[in-house]
């Protein structure tokens, strides 16, 4: 138990509380400075509504769980290589395309695989996307944050082009619904979360948790590109060709991502690419998820429930007048706080460090 | 002729925000940080700035107005990017992450003060800052329109902070001893400067800087604020790197992206344009394929500080 205790694994999950309680506790001085009245319950409203809510509530924190675990999977994957995928915002809305003009158009598939392929295409095409940070991080050395910003704003821009000369909806300014059969089935899903729109998305994120968790883990191909992220000298050293390890490590991650966006946007729930010139929110979100989750598979899938959870929660505190912005305050907090973690880790080490040699002192 | 001018006159309003940010980031990462939250300080600066012209609009004359909600924009920047710097220098924190913090708190936070404090997220001012002709300069024939007329004060004060960040980065002991914390702090350390002060002003002039160029873009381009700068904290990013982390490159490089903004703004209602049929998405992405081209090419040699990003480590060699 001791020893358990004193791993790195359980260290870096006390910091995550840490930063997220404080997070928390940040969140609330905000709720009581806007509204003292309705404070108390506006807070218990975040905390506890979407529990309140029984199954509805549940299916609705999974439902919007989906595409913020696969971009936090398509983050955090990344890091464990040791690249900082910041492209998930262009990655997720070229996949979205991609998902909805198979959609649209690709009628004459089977309508068993018209789903399946729609997913397939917004799979490939974030994985393309996201090909050429990796091309020049491998071979020109490109510093891959500042190329996928670059390719975030390309990707919207070409989106919003894409989407009006191909699978435009003019009367309201977005893309157009797809066909019945792409949409993902349900499997009864929405019986069970009665209320809420969860269909087998969430099943197919699960699955890529597990299939990240496998790879990383398991594999002598997950092995290499986590060599190359701790030190890709040594990798090099070792005989591991890391051109190719970081290539594959920005296309599968960038095919996350778009994934991720092919999960949104086939859910068939009112969910429509809209000209705006923004930058798809889903995909930053994967680097809080991400981060709060110490780009561990599993820690991934439930430090994305837990910030669906606060976002579902949000929502529901604007009947006390709460804007459900303050969820993004308080997660800015926790991303903020578990920054600064590495002095806490620090300062952990070294009261440890402190600690051995005091015993090693009363020993000599 | 007229829509000649029409376009250099607006092309000056993407340029000088632009090339602030740009110089924003540039004394950041010379001084060996890197700063992502340019984006979350300029929704800041323009927050307050615009804050104080929205409830104060009429206090004094308007240029001395504008001059007051640009002071306070910097200010806020600058203490907004405090806790950048804290995080980052003190706290050895990875400054792309609390970088992403700041920008995820600056909009949301936004909506927040806008809801809160005045009742309202779309922030309005008036606009009355707006420069006919200045006087004699103005009516020089070519030269007057294209620089002089149908302008702002915030056009010549960015002017002048280009000249300003040249002289303060090349020419005193305080830029050199800044870029020194950027390339080698080991060495600037062992020669007694203190790399964590030097850090701490680069971050600092970056907020400055930064908040300045948030209300600077808003107040000649708009009359609402509505918790965005669209995306120009990153184009600023990409700015500086394709401007070498150079002042006058950055300016040319500005220039560029500016003069592209410009043409995509208005490729509609230019004749020229609408008879080459080169739909405006294309003059929308052409800046930012250009920065990853420009990447690809000079990356070999890189001018980007060596030292960015790196937490100072005094043990290390």
């Known amino acids: 138990m001791k020893k358990w205790l004193s791993t790195d694994g359980f260290r870096n999950f006390i910091s995550s509380c840490v930063a997220i309680a404080i997070g928390l506790v940040f969140g609330l001085i905000i709720i009581v400075f806007t509204n003292p009245s309705n404070a108390l319950a506006g807070f218990l409203n975040l905390l506890v509504g979407p529990l309140e809510m029984g199954m509805m509530g549940i299916g609705r924190v999974l439902f919007y769980a989906i595409p913020i675990i696969m971009t936090g999977l398509s983050v955090g994957f990344a890091f464990k290589t040791g690249l900082f995928n910041i492209g998930t915002p262009g990655q997720f809305i070229t996949g979205a395309f991609a998902a909805v003009y198979v959609g649209v158009h690709w009628t004459f598939l089977p309508a068993e695989i018209h789903w399946l392929v729609a997913l397939l295409a917004a799979f490939i095409v974030g994985g393309l996307w996201a090909v050429v940070p990796g091309l020049m991080k491998a071979y020109f050395n490109v510093n891959e944050v500042i190329s996928s910003i670059m390719m975030n704003y390309i990707g919207m821009y070409l989106v919003n082009y894409m989407v009006k000369l191909t699978v435009f909806d003019e009367m309201r300014s977005q893309s157009l619904p797809v066909a019945t059969s792409a949409e993902i089935p349900k499997m009864g899903l929405d019986q069970i979360f009665r209320g809420s729109t969860l269909n087998a998305g969430i099943i197919i994120a699960i699955l890529m948790v597990v299939l990240i968790y496998v790879i990383l883990n398991k594999t002598k191909f997950g092995f290499e590109m986590k060599a190359c992220g701790l030190n890709a000298d040594a990798a090099r050293y070792a005989g591991i060709n890391e051109k190719k390890n970081i290539i594959m490590a920005m296309v599968i991650a960038g095919a996350l991502a778009g994934l991720g966006g092919g999960l949104v946007y086939l859910s068939g729930s009112g969910k429509f690419i809209s000209i705006v010139e923004v930058l798809a929110p889903e995909g930053f979100n994967g680097i809080s998820v991400a981060l709060l989750g110490l780009s561990n598979p599993i820690g991934i899938f439930f430090s994305g429930i837990f910030i669906s959870y606060l976002t579902v929660g949000g929502n529901l505190m604007q009947q006390f007048g709460f804007i459900p912005e303050i969820v993004d305050i308080i997660i800015s907090a926790i991303i903020y706080c578990s920054a600064l973690s590495l002095m806490i880790k620090i300062f952990l080490n070294k009261r440890k460090a402190n600690k051995k040699n005091k015993i090693k002192e009363v020993k000599e | ?317």
């Open chain 2, 1 to 317: 002729m007229e829509l000649f001018y029409f376009i250099i006159q607006q092309t000056w309003m993407f340029v000088i925000p632009l090339m602030i940010v740009a110089l924003a980031g540039l004394f950041s990462e010379r001084s060996g940080v890197i700063n992502i939250a340019l984006e979350g300080i300029m929704l800041i600066g323009a927050l307050f700035g615009v804050s104080y012209l929205h409830l104060f609009g009429d206090a004094f004359s308007p240029q001395l107005n504008l001059i007051i909600a640009l002071i306070i924009a910097g200010v806020s920047g600058m203490l907004f990017s405090l806790l950048h710097a804290f995080a980052s220098i003190h706290m050895k924190a990875d400054q792309t992450i609390s970088g992403t913090a700041l920008n995820i708190f600056a909009p949301a936070f936004c909506v927040f003060f806008g809801r809160l404090i005045l009742g309202t997220q779309q922030i309005s001012f008036d606009n009355l800052f707006r420069i006919e002709s200045v006087p004699i300069l103005g009516d020089i024939p070519f030269i007057g329109p294209m620089f002089f007329q149908n302008t702002y004060i915030t056009t010549f004060i960015g002017i002048a902070i280009l000249f300003v960040s040249y002289v303060l980065l090349y020419k005193t002991k305080f830029g050199l001893r800044l870029r020194a914390c950027g390339e080698l702090p080991q060495a600037a350390d062992s020669a007694g400067i203190s790399v964590y002060k030097m850090r701490y002003a680069g971050v600092l002039i970056s907020g400055l800087l930064a908040g300045l160029g948030g209300i600077i873009l808003v107040v000649p381009t708009s009359t609402i604020f509505n918790a965005t700068v669209a995306g120009y904290g990153f184009l600023a990013l990409a700015v500086l790197i394709f401007g070498q982390w150079k002042p006058f490159k950055i300016f040319f490089a500005a220039l560029f992206f500016g003069f592209m903004k410009t043409i995509a703004a208005t490729s509609n209602a230019i004749p020229f344009l609408v008879a080459l049929g080169i739909p405006s998405v294309v003059y929308k992405i052409v800046p930012y394929i250009a920065t990853l081209i420009v990447l690809a090419f000079v990356s070999k040699n890189s001018a980007a500080p060596r030292a960015e990003g790196e937490p100072f480590d005094k043990g290390k060699r």
